[in-house]
C-alpha cells in the first residue's frame, strides 16, 4: 500500500512562502498522478494543484494560479509544492494524494485519488 508523507508546512506572515514536500517509500511517485489539496476547518476539501503521470502536465485552481508552483524531483522521489506571497485565506490543512491510473492531465477532485497522506499545517497570519 501507498503511503504518502507531508512535511514543510507551519507558520507564515502574509506574503511568505513555504515549500511543501510529499515523499513515498517502495513505491516511485513518478508513477502515480499527484495532487495536493487543503482543507480549512469548516469547508470542504479543495484541490490546489496536481501533476500528471504522463507528460508531468500540471494543473492548479483559480485561487493559487501565479503563486503555486507544483514540481517532481524524481531523483528524490519527492513532489513539491511551492507557495509563494501567502495569504490568510491559504490557511489549511494540506494534504498530497496519489492517483494511480495513467492520466495525460491530472484531476483536480478528491474522488479521483486512491491514496492520502496525513497532511501538514499552514497557517498565514495577517
Known amino acids: 500500500q501507498l503511503q504518502l508523507v507531508e512535511s514543510g508546512g507551519g507558520l507564515v506572515r502574509l506574503g511568505g512562502s513555504l515549500r511543501l514536500s510529499c515523499t513515498a517509500s517502495?513505491?516511485?511517485?513518478?508513477?502515480?498522478?499527484i495532487g495536493w489539496f487543503r482543507q480549512a476547518p469548516g469547508k470542504e476539501r479543495e484541490g490546489v494543484s496536481c501533476?500528471?503521470?504522463?507528460?508531468?502536465?500540471?494543473n492548479y485552481a483559480d485561487s493559487v494560479k501565479g503563486r503555486f508552483t507544483i514540481s517532481r524531483d524524481n531523483a528524490k522521489n519527492t513532489v513539491y509544492l511551492q507557495m509563494n506571497n501567502l495569504k490568510p485565506e491559504d490557511t489549511a490543512v494540506y494534504y498530497c494524494?496519489?492517483?494511480?491510473?495513467?492520466?495525460?492531465?491530472?484531476?483536480?477532485?478528491?474522488?479521483?485519488?486512491?491514496?492520502w497522506g496525513q497532511g501538514t499545517q499552514v497557517t498565514v497570519s495577517s
Open positions: 494524494a496519489a492517483d494511480e491510473r495513467p492520466r495525460f492531465e491530472a484531476r483536480l477532485s478528491v474522488g479521483s485519488y486512491d491514496f
Open positions: 501533476i500528471s503521470t504522463v507528460g508531468s502536465n500540471t
Open positions: 517502495k513505491f516511485n511517485l513518478d508513477d502515480f498522478n
